[in-house]
C-alpha cells in the first residue's frame, strides 16, 4: 500500500512524538554551538595574542596550536577527546563536544583576528598615539572597529561552519538533530524525505545566523548615519 506525502510526513514528524525528539536534537546542537562559539571566540583571542607577541617562548606554542587544530578533522579531533583524553573522566558527553569545538573554534578565531588586525590601517593608530591617547585606547577606539569590520563576513561563515561541524556529536552518544534525524529515518524506512526534512533544519539554522549578521549591520549603519 502506498502512503501520500502527507502521511509520510506525519509519520515522520508527528507520529510517536517525533517533533518533540527532533526538538531535543535541535536543541543539544544550538546549546553545543552557541557555547562552543563562545569559549572558543574568547579563548581565540587569547591564542592570538600569544601569537602575536614578539615573545618566542609565546608565539611559537600559538602558532603549533593553531596549526594542529586547524589541520585536524574535528571528528578525529572530537572522538580523541571523548575516548583518550576525557576517557577517564566523570564529564559528560556534551560538555567534551563543548571542549572539543571551543578548542577548533578558537584556532579558526586566532588566526581570523590575526590576519584582521594585520590588515588594519597601523597609521590610524600611530596618529591616535600621537593625539594622547593610550596603547589601549588606541586599540579600543581605533584597530578594534576596523577588525570588527573585516572580520565580520569570515566570522559568520566560521558560526555557519560550527553548526555543521557539530552534525558529528553522535559518534560519542550525543542525541543532537543529525542523529534524530537518522534514528527517525530508519523507523521510519523514509530516509529520502526525513533526511531533506534535516537538511532543511539546518539550512534554517544557518540563515538565522546570516540574518543575525545582516541585523548587526543594519544597525550598525543606522548608528553610524546617526553619529
Known amino acids: ?39 572558543g571566540t574568547l579563548l581565540g583571542a587569547v591564542v592570538c595574542a600569544l601569537r602575536m607577541s614578539r615573545l618566542k617562548v609565546l ?12 589541520g585536524s578533522p574535528v571528528l ?4 580523541l577527546m ?6 577517564r573522566s566523570s564529564l ?29 590601517d ?12 593610550s596603547a589601549w585606547q588606541a586599540f579600543r577606539l581605533v584597530t578594534l572597529p576596523q577588525v570588527v569590520r573585516i ?3 569570515v566570522y559568520q561563515s566560521t558560526v555557519v561552519n560550527l553548526i555543521q561541524w557539530t552534525s558529528v556529536v553522535g559518534y560519542v552518544s550525543i542525541t543532537d538533530l543529525t542523529r534524530v534525524i537518522n ?18 533544519i539546518y539550512l534554517a539554522l544557518a540563515y538565522i545566523v546570516h540574518g543575525l549578521f545582516a541585523l548587526s549591520d543594519y544597525f550598525s549603519h543606522r548608528k553610524e548615519a546617526v553619529s
Open 1 to 39: 500500500m502506498t502512503m501520500t506525502l502527507n502521511e509520510i510526513l506525519y509519520r515522520i514528524l508527528i507520529q510517536g512524538g517525533s517533533y518533540l525528539t527532533i526538538l531535543k536534537g535541535l536543541r543539544a546542537t544550538v546549546n553545543i554551538s552557541l557555547f562552543s562559539l563562545l569559549f
Open 151 to 153: 572580520a565580520k563576513p
Open 76 to 79: 578525529m579531533l572530537l572522538m
Open 122 to 133: 597601523s597609521g590610524q593608530v600611530e596618529a591616535a598615539r600621537t593625539l594622547g591617547f
Open 92 to 120: 559528560e558527553a556534551n560538555t567534551i563536544a563543548v571542549i572539543t569545538f571551543s578548542l577548533n573554534v578558537a584556532a579558526h578565531v586566532a588566526e581570523l583576528l590575526r590576519a584582521s588586525i594585520s590588515a588594519t
Open 183 to 200: 534514528n527517525i529515518a530508519s523507523r521510519t524506512m523514509q530516509p529520502m524525505i526525513t533526511i531533506i526534512i534535516g537538511m532543511l
Open 59 to 70: 608565539n611559537i606554542p600559538a602558532k603549533i596550536y593553531i596549526v594542529i587544530l586547524r
Open 82 to 87: 571523548y575516548y583518550g583524553v576525557f576517557a
